[in-house]
């Protein structure tokens, strides 16, 4: 059973950073990619972030790049998310996800609620 349990989530302040982790079962870590989502109520889901099976490559979106880091340890099955100079803005559900034979996998998601 493929399993995927984001963690880290919580309130911050703008300009501050925080730390999410997504813990992996259940399929051959080390084969896949790994994205993480974001969802805030009404905008549209918005990948954030994706990195390939060994690192060998990172991709972010526009509006994160330079704030953010993605990074895994396939040792502990984990896929990290590093966000520093968070903005209101980033507000959302983030979920981490992986791509299976053509199937999403989600994980249930954590809240980051950027305010002062």
């Known amino acids: 059973q493929v399993h995927l349990v984001e963690s880290g989530g919580g309130l911050v302040q703008p300009g501050g950073s925080m730390r999410l982790s997504c813990a992996a079962n259940g399929f051959m870590f080390d084969e896949y990619g790994i994205r993480w989502f974001r969802q805030a109520p009404g905008k549209e889901r918005e990948e954030v972030a994706f990195i390939t099976p060994a690192s060998s490559f990172t991709h972010y979106a526009d509006s994160v790049k330079g704030r953010f880091t993605i990074s895994r340890d396939n040792a502990e099955n984990t896929v990290i998310l590093q966000m520093n100079n968070l903005r209101r803005e980033d507000t959302a559900v983030y979920y981490c996800?992986?791509?299976?034979?053509?199937?999403?996998?989600w994980g249930q998601g954590t809240q980051v609620t950027v305010s002062s």
């Open positions: 996800v992986v791509n299976l034979r053509g199937t999403d996998y």
